[in-house]
């Protein structure tokens, strides 16, 4: 592992973009997300998608020329088809449109079909606290998890994200449906380690916190087994239908690697209009308070609100460098370089 400034992990992957393909307004964007997304500690989402995401436009799996166009308006609710643009381009115009909506009426609400990859999903509840909103969001996938009870893989993890705003460190909840996402699989399995708690089955159904064989066996464990189950099957359900567009059962059709064609929904609400920003911190602050000043378990060493491990990351790493895995960063150097091709 290395740590790399922030600033030189962005030139990477932005030069990397542009070789792809991609115009320079675009890429700078995206190498932006990738970068903060890394610096929050979710290589996993951030640079460790980007040779990924050059596959795919190679592959045309991911169009560089799509642009989310308006379906359907009605009044604070749209509906756009996202073209098989950039996912991170598409999920921040949603996010922003969204935004929108809620100045002139209270709350927003954007659905977005066949769109590709948003990469991190908290990225754009962030985007939204920041401004002052709360958020709710979330994705469906291909298929990539059994349903409680199954064997082979049906349903989708289907990353959720809530945030609210709070002037001292907004309260932020991004979580795939799994226990761990896949992400956080490869990324433990890079630094040799296993996972804190048990993540999934290994190809004999042995319940194991061994990254490895659950990336080979795909029979990831659902977070909160049946509950989180349940709760990826109505996520996908709702993101198609709000959308117009495809869920998981029809996603696995397409075979063009993950998320590309998925289904995606953005709730903003600004709270500023219903009691107001003081109100809004009065309630957060006293929340986070309680929170962190729980008594510890036996073997705790302290509690956390969401979003705060993710802010302290934050902070550490623009100060220190962002952690990365030197294959890795290898290989997003040499995409960045002349030719450079994985």
């Not at 291909?142 to 460190?169: H, L, Q």
């Not at 998925?262 to 219903?274: A, E, G, L, T, Y």
């Not at 986070?288 to 705060?308: A, I, K, M, R, W």
């Amino acid at each position: 592992m290395s740590r790399i400034p922030f600033s030189e992990m962005q030139q990477a992957i932005e030069a990397a973009l542009l070789r792809a393909g991609m115009n320079k307004h675009d890429a700078s964007t995206c190498a932006q997300i990738h970068t903060e997304s890394s610096c929050d500690g979710v290589n996993s989402h951030g640079i460790n998608r980007v040779p990924r995401f050059v596959d795919y436009v190679r592959r045309g799996w991911v169009s560089l020329d799509g642009k989310p166009t308006l379906a359907k308006g009605l009044g604070p609710i749209e509906v756009y088809n996202g073209n098989r643009g950039p996912g991170i381009l598409n999920a921040l115009a949603a996010t922003d449109r969204a935004m929108t909506l809620a100045d002139a009426h209270g709350v927003g609400i954007v659905a977005l079909r066949d769109t590709t990859h948003w990469m991190r999903g908290g990225t754009y509840g962030w985007r939204a606290a920041d401004r002052g909103y709360v958020a709710i969001a979330w994705t469906n996938t291909e298929s990539c998890m059994p349903a409680w009870g199954g064997k082979d893989t049906r349903i989708g993890n289907n990353p959720f994200v809530m945030a609210v705003p709070r002037d001292k460190g907004n309260i932020v909840l991004d979580m795939a449906m799994s226990q761990y996402s896949y992400g956080k699989l490869q990324t433990a399995r890079l630094k040799g380690r296993q996972m804190p708690f048990p993540a999934g089955f290994d190809s004999e159904g042995n319940l194991t916190a061994e990254p490895g064989p659950i990336e080979a066996s795909m029979r990831i464990l659902p977070a909160g087994y049946w509950k989180g189950s349940g709760f990826a099957i109505v996520l996908d359900t709702l993101a198609a239908v709000l959308s117009e567009g495809i869920a998981t059962n029809e996603i696995d059709k397409i075979q063009q690697g993950s998320c590309t064609g998925c289904s995606q929904v953005f709730f903003v609400i600004d709270p500023r209009k219903i009691a107001g920003q003081d109100f809004t911190n009065q309630v957060s602050d006293g929340v986070v308070d309680y929170v962190n000043s729980s008594t510890l378990s036996e073997d705790g060493e302290e509690v956390l609100y969401p979003g705060q491990s993710a802010l302290r990351t934050r902070n550490h790493q623009r100060n220190h460098g962002i952690e990365v895995d030197d294959g890795v960063w290898a290989e997003v150097l040499a995409l960045a370089s002349a030719g450079g091709r994985t």
